[in-house]
């Protein structure tokens, strides 16, 4: 790819920051030693380098490589689908990316992204140094790079900024099937002409260029999955068995100056999920508890049975979850290369993915309010107090809740990429790029209980700590003539339905040209890129109320009960993991549309769900490459800077709590200078001393961004201001500026064999500032509708709790990795090999500034964080035969998790180990050869999902307990590969 130019780099924007004594001292050594040798470097002749922004590796003789030679090189790999060469080759060439690049990168070859059962792009990823992965619904789903939240990591798919289909901006790698992508590359330190770049770093996707390979290539793979959780849900015909198919064809034409290449893929998944969560903890009875009097406790009942001064858990659930995913990618690839001038590439990618799931569970309170007592309670010693851990509950009201969710979702994205060689040296290259997402959601449930609002008792044993627990109720929840449609617990409605629409689409053109340059600098490359985001959502909620039962406060009765029309009811849902053998099933669909009326229920959460956001991001760039040698020492890499113009805006709706006010818009237009230097000594042959300066930014959440907002007037009944009337509300921020971080990198890299390297890296990155929830006291409100006439405000200005700039913090990190071939050990070794590495990363971001990030819960320690991550992996590849055990570890997080009906939340994740494993055979003499046979097994030790919560006593001690206990069992494929 190429850039935009100009003569001298400018010097004002460095001038700004301040860097640490180590970055200061290398980066002036570096940079101050490369200037001084610039007259041996006119007698030195350069090592050819990649000076495009994405790494590249050598590419396969070709009687045409001279013409393909014009165009930029912009693939680490070729598609994994068509050219598998083994788990060796797949290393080496990844390592020949990361070697090649002018900037510190770790790159993932397609032959490495089929060698593992990876059900996304996220589960090769999160082996990568620096990168961790959070699992939704069982697989990796989000990345973090460097501890940062995968909000912060920028992703691309050829260069260009994709849509997504969630609220904020981080990709779900689930939607890019892993055999339609022909390698990534992860930057951790950008460049100048690097777009749509993040401030923990850049991930770009790539597809497949024809003209690439020599000659044509087709491809067929087919596998069989199994997942060993069962069929906890019969009635939703989820079942335990799936597959995954794709193939693959490319081809050249017309002596090797048009290329096509068409690959598809589908996959049809089950996931089944076994999920406990405890609600809260707390001490009932006794001194500081919740018995006692204020302040020493809350002054609430008695608990009737429970012994004094012990901790329980004061309500639960369980549910067992059964999901199917399918997905179906198309990807179309384009490449003219008339001659030696120009060079045009067409890419297209679509996907229509859809789950549907199915979550029936039990659940119930049982704290002091409930009016339950306890009986034959055991009790396990711990810290600061014991434990309740078996017993019976009586005065138990079970709710069951039985839902149904059906998603879908379509992603396009389309890129004309034109490059024209002018032969005097300047090149030019035009891009234009689509990308959209579009997301259709509806989600209904329904609840259960016994009629009359009975009540009954439980028998239980919980553990002390994290796993499933055992529940034995005295009646049989999945008897229909005992549970029937009712409202348990008081919610006030019987049912629940949703339907939620967003799209989001981005337009782009990118203008570059290039240009050879003398002195240090191999060329220049100068661009401008604008793009046109718009992302719009709307929400509408729906009440459910029983036919014959009323919708209003004075009407509807929460102990009026219909059974279940048996037309309706399925084979029970299976809890026998946490002791409940079975409970009601049933078509939630078809009783909502028969045994049910709807009325129209959004609240205050719901309309802020209704909004659009757009961005128009013009930048303007220049990178200049420097190629230059000290003494006997190549030196590479380039320095830059962009300049970004913001225009950003959103439209709303107002309300006054949950009351409808009207449309609201808002936005703000702000400018950021971003500089950045890549340098790399390369100190002998096979050794690189890399540094990376750069400031880097990244908006913040979409959903933060949005104007929508509660506020009305109040009138002060007391005090100073007794009589004032006044307005205050919350809402987004339509004028939110983002991160800004200031980062510095070192890194040390040792190549040796052909797929062995050892690899050190450092990095500090400042944030100059974060975004958290505050409350600013003179709020302008005159563009806000007063919906009250009795009241007029004494004041336009008021106090309003929004997203806002804040104080930031810094972060460091410690990266080690390396790979290893046995037969550099002993020959007996050959074939054997590892691949290890190990991340720390320390913040010191306030822990007030943590606290008030913007969620339903907010967070405990810096969201995407951990502290640890590490991989191994162990291979054997030799006669055919190929065996892989890999094994990631992640220390204990703040994940990001999305709550009911969409809304941002966050949990507390401990560390987390999983293994997979992969054993094949190629077949590659005779009439089989270009078969291959492959047994997966991903999460091969059925690790579990486990979080805490972090609460305080009625006497304020602060405890952490058991909140959630999730499983999904392993998933086993076996399949073929069959290609020509």
Not at 25 to 51: D, E, H, K, R, Y
Not at 264 to 288: C, R, T, V
Not at 831 to 852: C, D, E, H, M, P
Not at 932 to 954: E, R
Request: glycine share 10%; with cysteine.
């Amino acid at each position: 790819m190429s850039s935009f130019c100009m003569s001298q780099a400018p010097r004002a924007p460095f001038a700004r920051f301040r860097l640490r004594p180590l970055a200061a001292s290398c980066a002036a050594v570096l940079f101050g030693l490369a200037l001084s040798a610039s007259a041996s470097a006119q007698q030195t002749q350069p090592q050819q380098q990649p000076t495009d922004n994405q790494a590249a590796p050598a590419k396969p003789d070709s009687k045409t490589v001279e013409k393909k030679n014009k165009k930029s090189e912009n693939t680490v790999s070729d598609l994994d689908a068509v050219v598998v060469t083994g788990i060796r080759a797949s290393i080496e060439n990844s390592l020949k990316a990361k070697q090649n690049s002018d900037n510190i990168i770790e790159a993932i070859s397609a032959e490495d992204i089929g060698k593992l059962p990876d059900a996304s792009i996220a589960e090769s990823l999160s082996r990568v140094p620096g990168v961790a992965t959070q699992r939704q619904n069982g697989r990796a789903n989000m990345i973090s790079i460097r501890g940062l939240d995968p909000g912060f990591a920028g992703t691309t798919l050829n260069g260009r900024e994709q849509a997504t289909i969630g609220e904020n901006r981080g990709v779900e790698y689930d939607q890019y099937p892993s055999e339609l992508i022909s390698g990534v590359a992860i930057y951790k330190t950008p460049d100048a002409s690097l777009i749509g770049q993040g401030l923990s770093g850049t991930v770009d996707l790539h597809t497949i260029h024809p003209l690439d390979l020599p000659n044509r290539a087709f491809a067929v793979n087919l596998r069989g999955e199994h997942t060993t959780n069962g069929d906890l849900n019969p009635g939703g015909g989820i079942g335990d068995m799936g597959h995954r198919a794709s193939i693959s064809y490319i081809d050249q034409f017309f002596d090797h100056t048009l290329g096509i290449a068409v690959g598809f893929a589908h996959l049809d998944s089950p996931i089944q999920e076994k999920q406990y969560q405890a609600w809260w903890w707390s001490m009932n009875n006794g001194p500081g508890s919740i018995e006692a009097p204020w302040p020493e406790g809350w002054s609430g009942p008695h608990t009737p049975g429970m012994p004094d001064g012990v901790i329980s858990q004061e309500g639960m659930q369980l549910r067992a979850q059964s999901m199917r995913q399918k997905r179906s990618g198309l990807m179309t690839v384009l490449e003219w290369a008339p001659g030696d001038h120009y060079h045009s590439t067409l890419d297209l990618y679509y996907s229509n993915f859809g789950d549907k799931t199915f979550k029936n569970g039990a659940q119930w309170s049982s704290s002091p309010w409930d009016n339950v007592s306890y009986s034959n309670v055991g009790v396990t010693p711990a810290q600061p107090y014991p434990i309740v851990t078996s017993g019976t509950i009586s005065g138990i009201a079970p709710i069951l809740q039985n839902e149904y969710t059906k998603e879908h979702d379509k992603l396009f994205s389309a890129g004309w990429n034109n490059q024209y060689d002018f032969g005097n040296g300047w090149t030019a290259t035009a891009d234009l790029s689509y990308s959209s997402a579009k997301k259709k959601l509806h989600d209904a449930y329904l609840f259960t209980g016994l009629a009359g609002g009975a009540f009954t008792s439980v028998d239980f044993r919980t553990p002390a700590g994290n796993g499933y627990p055992w529940f034995s109720p005295a009646v049989n929840l999945a008897d229909p003539s005992l549970v029937v449609f009712t409202d348990p617990d008081g919610y006030g409605y019987n049912g629940r339905q949703e339907f939620d629409t967003q799209k989001d689409t981005i337009k782009a053109v990118r203008l570059e040209v290039s240009h050879p340059l003398g002195w240090i600098f191999s060329s220049m490359n100068l661009g401008v890129n604008y793009s046109d985001r718009t992302k719009t959502k709307r929400a509408d909620v729906q009440f459910a109320w029983l036919n014959g039962n009323g919708s209003t406060q004075g009407t509807y009765d929460n102990h009026f009960s219909t059974p279940v029309n048996s037309g309706f009811l399925w084979s029970p849902t299976t809890l026998g993991y946490g002791g409940i053998p079975g409970i009601l099933s049933y078509d939630v669909l078809g009783a909502l549309a028969n045994q049910f009326y709807l009325t129209q229920r959004n609240g205050k959460d719901d309309w802020s769900r209704n909004y659009t956001v757009k961005e128009k991001v013009p930048v303007a760039y220049v990178k200049l490459n420097i190629d230059t040698a000290l003494g006997d020492v190549p030196l590479r890499g380039n320095v830059g800077v962009q300049f970004v113009r913001t225009d950003q805006s959103s439209t709303a709706l107002q309300t006054n709590g949950d009351t409808l006010v009207g449309r609201i818009s808002d936005g703000a237009k702000y400018n950021n200078v971003l500089p950045s230097l890549n340098l790399v000594a390369q100190l002998t042959d096979r050794q690189y001393l890399r540094f990376g300066f750069a400031k880097t930014m990244a908006r913040g959440r979409i959903d933060d961004e949005k104007v929508a907002t509660s506020a009305g007037l109040s009138k002060i009944q007391s005090g100073p201001g007794a009589g004032q009337v006044l307005w205050s509300g919350s809402g987004g921020n339509p004028k939110l500026k983002p991160y800004v971080a200031v980062g510095t990198d070192l890194s040390y890299e040792f190549y040796f064999g052909k797929s062995s390297y050892l690899a050190a890296a450092a990095f500090h990155k400042n944030l100059l500032n974060y975004i958290y929830s505050q409350t600013t006291l003179n709020y302008d409100f005159s563009n806000y509708t007063n919906d009250n006439p009795t009241l007029t405000p004494t004041s336009n200005i008021g106090s309003f709790t929004r997203p806002a700039n804040g104080t930031g913090g810094k972060m460091d990190g410690l990266e080690l990795s390396g790979a290893l071939e046995g037969g550099l050990l002993a020959s007996a070794l050959d074939g054997f090999g590892v691949q290890a590495n190990f991340s720390l990363t320390n913040s010191s971001i306030s822990q007030k500034v943590i606290g008030s990030i913007p969620g339903l819960d907010p967070p405990t320690t810096l969201p995407g964080l951990s502290r640890k991550v590490a991989n191994l992996a162990v291979y054997y590849e030799k006669y055919g035969w190929s065996v892989r055990v890999a094994e990631r570890y992640r220390s204990s997080f703040t994940g990001e998790a999305v709550a009911r009906f969409d809304q941002l939340d966050y949990t507390k994740v401990l560390a987390n180990r999983q293994t997979d494993f992969q054993l094949g055979y190629a077949f590659t003499e005779g009439n089989w050869s270009g078969l291959s046979l492959l047994l997966q097994v991903s999460n091969l030790t059925n690790t579990p999902d486990k979080s805490v919560q972090i609460s305080g006593l009625p006497n304020n001690v602060q405890v952490t307990s058991p909140k959630e206990y999730d499983t999904w069992g392993r998933t086993v494929l076996f399949g073929v590969n069959y290609k020509l």
